[in-house]
């Protein structure tokens, strides 16, 4: 028999290789499941992991993919290494693409430089503002920011809904609940011809670097660190706790609502209804596959938009289910957690009791 011992310090090479774990014991899961509706499991995976890299289409879309997942993960890992969780990104996500979007329709027969930044700050401030609403209840009356940041996601989707039946509606959409598409100057300009790869890619890849400094170099990312390590320890040191998670909640919404403008001035041109897609929820997966690290948010993202596009791909070419995909994704969640006890306990034989 064995048990869970506590480790005194935890060494560097498990923290790494336990994201591998998890991947590795999703496949093994994932095969059975796929095995069970049927499909070849062998096949499923390689479709799923291997063949997207084979493809220049896919490789490009990849990086679309990722891109809203690294930006809206970094934002949530602050406020998860400070002990802060912020389990709305999708609603912040959405009322950012809401805001830029309505910017962009504003202005939407005026051209210039000015109107793509001006929708991006006008995204990030409706992700921010729409944060600060659970951070408000959070340090005034102590409500769980879990649930208020949930909860609030469903609010989002419905307003967004209304919006584009009603004032934002394409007037000559036939009644279709949708925006006008965006013009030429409020969308995202190509960075790589021939493909879809926009700007934001390059703007999350700029945010990983940002990150890392502010993280490691920075007293706000040691005073992050601190408060989420050490509570008591940081309130002696002078961090104000209240103050600090106002910041982490607004800073996390910020980072969605850039997210979801990117999504509307990029692949989408347009605010719909089918705009959440779930990037909020799953880039909680991302940043803790990426260890709450940049670099590591940053890998964990194309190895999860290599899930999205091997998904679709196994859903047209196999016939798996939508539905078979996502669990796919959760089941990544899940054992990332499992696999999570490794670094902080180590398995030891179990001692005898005397006879």
Same mark, same amino acid.
């Given at each position: ?42 096949e ?79 995204g ?32 989002a ?30 969308? @995202? $300009?190509?960075?790589?011809?021939? &493909?879809?790869?926009? #700007?934001?890619? !390059?703007?999350? +890849?700029?945010? *990983? ?43 996390s ?21 089918? @705009? $959440?897609?779930?990037?909020?929820? &799953?880039?909680?997966i #991302?940043?803790? !596959?990426?260890? +709450?690290?940049? *670099?590591?948010?940053l ?37 990332l ?19």
């Open positions: 028999m064995f048990r869970l011992e506590p480790r005194a310090v935890t060494p560097v090479w498990i923290t790494a290789v336990t994201p591998l774990l998890a991947v590795l014991a999703t496949m093994i899961a994932g095969g059975i499941l796929f095995a069970l509706l049927g499909k070849d499991p062998f499923t995976i390689r479709v799923i992991f291997v063949a997207p890299l084979g493809d220049p289409y896919s490789r490009t879309e990849m990086l679309i993919k990722a891109a809203p997942l690294v930006l809206i993960a970094l934002g949530l890992s602050f406020g998860f290494r400070a002990g802060i969780w912020n389990i709305g990104a999708e609603g912040q996500y959405v009322m950012g693409a809401l805001a830029g979007g309505a910017v962009g329709l504003a202005f939407w027969n005026v051209e210039g430089a000015w109107l793509l930044p001006l929708m991006a700050l006008a990030m401030a409706g992700g921010c503002l729409w944060a600060l609403i659970p951070a408000f209840l959070k340090v005034r009356f102590n409500a769980n920011e879990i649930l208020v940041s949930l909860m609030l996601v469903y609010v989707t419905l307003f967004l809904s209304a919006m584009v039946s009603g004032p934002l509606r394409d007037p000559a959409g036939f009644n279709f609940p949708q925006s006008r598409l965006l013009h030429e100057s409020a969308r @995202l $300009p190509i960075v790589l011809e021939g &493909t879809r790869v926009h #700007v934001g890619v !390059l703007v999350a +890849l700029i945010a *990983v670097v940002v990150a890392q400094i502010v993280l490691t170099r920075h007293l706000f990312g040691f005073n992050v660190r601190l408060l989420g390590q050490a509570p008591r320890a940081a309130a002696f040191a002078g961090v104000n706790a209240k103050r600090l998670t106002v910041v982490l909640l607004g800073l919404g910020a980072l969605a609502g850039l997210a979801g403008i990117f999504e509307v001035t990029g692949p989408i041109g347009q605010l719909q209804p089918s @705009l $959440p897609v779930g990037y909020g929820f &799953t880039a909680i #991302v940043a803790f !596959l990426g260890r +709450l690290n940049p *670099v590591g948010i890998l964990a993202g194309m190895v999860m938009a290599l899930t999205y596009i091997g998904g679709e791909t196994a859903q047209f070419s196999l016939g798996i289910p939508a539905a078979a995909i996502s669990v796919f994704q959760g089941l990544l969640l899940f054992f957690l499992a696999v999570d006890l490794l670094t902080r306990y180590r398995v030891v034989p179990a001692k005898r009791s005397g006879v």
